[in-house]
């Protein structure tokens, strides 16, 4: 039987979360693309008998990886990380279909490059955890820094196609402006409506509004929808393209949400 594992995050710089997984019974904790060391430090001081044992890096962005060095030279933590990208400190390189074990749980390696070409998403299929990064966002996707539209599409298609009840663990709270965006794109979505409204009233109350899950994406999230009638529909009423393959509903998404 694995180890009960908690998970909280720690808010970062202005809008990012570092995640943090707690093992109570060993006082052992791991935490999720720190960008900034003193979130984690300051948790650590609040709690002085626990070790931090692992740092896992999705990608090689400045707001993920800022605070490895400090907290590797504090605690002694492992640093795992995208084979294929530069990762301060980097003790373990991984790819897709690498498994590793953190605090007790195999996690599941996947590559999902598009945001950046080397990014991986780390997937618990026991407990149905899915820490992404900035692929998937509550609502949206990560902009397009270094891969193509075509690769970013196949990484959100094989995450959209785990379990429906994954916990979607991303790093930023971009989640209300993701579905202003999204309501723009499919405005008679009725679940999308509700989720808007809820997450309206979250935020308003200084709540947090992760973490997503996979079955909610796929109701809301217009990224994941590029199959839809409704999404193409308005796309076709911005630009009079009627026929679109879903890689090019895709790329017409992302390049309007960049200007949005």
């Given amino acids: 039987m694995s180890n009960m594992i908690t998970i909280d995050a720690l808010p970062a710089f202005t809008d990012n979360y570092i995640w943090l997984l707690q093992d109570p019974e060993q006082q052992r904790c791991a935490v999720v693309d720190p960008g900034d060391a003193a979130p984690v430090e300051a948790w650590l001081d609040a709690h002085p008998k626990w070790q931090l044992s692992d740092i896992l890096i999705t990608h090689h962005h400045f707001d993920h990886v800022g605070g490895i060095e400090k907290l590797k030279q504090r605690t002694g933590a492992r640093v795992l990380g995208p084979a294929s990208e530069k990762i301060p400190g980097r003790d373990v390189s991984l790819k897709q279909g690498d498994s590793v074990e953190v605090l007790g749980h195999t996690l599941q390696v996947i590559e999902v490059p598009g945001h950046t070409l080397g990014h991986i998403a780390y997937y618990q299929a026991q407990q149905h955890w899915l820490f992404c990064g900035d692929t998937l966002f509550a609502g949206g996707c990560g902009r397009l820094f270094e891969g193509t ?102 790329a017409a998404l992302r390049s309007w949400k960049d200007s949005f």
């Fill in 149 to 250: 539209p075509a690769q970013m599409h196949d990484s959100l298609s094989r995450l959209a196609a785990l379990p429906e009840q994954t916990a979607v663990y991303c790093t930023h709270e971009y989640t209300l402006s993701n579905l202003r965006f999204a309501l723009a794109a499919e405005p008679g979505n009725k679940a999308l409506q509700q989720r808007t409204q809820q997450v309206t009233e979250w935020r308003e109350a200084g709540e947090i509004s992760l973490p997503s899950s996979i079955g909610l994406e796929l109701k809301t999230n217009p990224f994941l929808r590029c199959n839809e009638l409704s999404v193409n529909e308005i796309l076709q009423e911005r630009d009079g393209r009627s026929q679109r393959t879903p890689v090019e509903a895709f």
